[in-house]
């Protein structure tokens, strides 16, 4: 059920140790010597908090030669903390549907993204892709005038196909452009689903 994957996430995040290992993994990616070295922790400690981390893909890993690498999932954290806000979030009267919705949601999120966050396919279907596009369009900043190119590098970290997300985030009223500037419209203009 989401809200137990909801609670269990928190629930690994509500560690300080954790919290300054993502802290050191948002300047870039670290081995896990450099983790215990920065820390002042000893390697089995760090082994085991990583390993924590990656139960709830707060954090993934690449191998370079004989070195594997840790990296911050910021796609994840930023899901989960949407998920929270959203139910934080419910108008009186919607309490009962929520739980539901988020469930339903979720499982699209998870179908069409990565472990690694990245956008396995643009979804075909219209309710499915309002999802999709939603949950990439919430990490944009309200108010920010955004160039067609610093859009296109925001975009390319889900997904090549960028010019064809820019166009669905106009498309659907996720956003507007003007003069090659793209803004995020109010939440109220985005196009729901039937």
């Known amino acids: 059920m989401q809200l137990d994957r909801l609670v269990a996430f928190h629930k690994t995040m509500g560690d300080p140790t954790r919290i300054r290992i993502l802290r050191l993994l948002a300047n870039g ?8 070295g920065k820390l002042g922790l000893t390697p089995p400690t760090i082994t ?7 139960e709830i893909n707060a954090i993934y890993e690449r191998r370079e ?4 690498y840790l990296y911050l999932n910021k796609s994840v954290i930023s899901q989960q903390a949407a998920v929270l806000n959203e139910l934080i979030d ?7 549907n929520m739980p539901n919705m988020n469930m339903e949601k979720q499982k699209i999120l998870q179908s069409f993204f990565s472990k690694e966050g990245k956008l396995i396919s643009i979804p075909a279907q219209r309710k499915k892709k309002l ?28 997904h090549e196909d960028y010019a064809t997300i ?9 956003m507007y452009r003007e003069k090659g500037i793209y803004e995020l419209n109010p939440e109220e203009m985005w196009a729901k689903e039937e």
């Open 29 to 36: 990616p670290l081995h896990g010597q450099a983790i215990a």
């Open 48 to 54: 085991h908090h990583l390993k924590k981390l990656r």
């Open 65 to 68: 030669r004989n070195t594997i």
């Open 90 to 96: 419910v108008k009186e009267g919607q309490a009962e």
């Open 131 to 158: 999802v999709v596009l939603e949950s990439i369009v919430k990490r944009l900043k309200k108010g920010h005038k955004y160039e067609e190119k610093e859009l296109n590098e925001f975009i390319k970290q889900f």
């Open 166 to 174: 820019r166009r669905e985030f106009i498309i659907y009223h996720f």
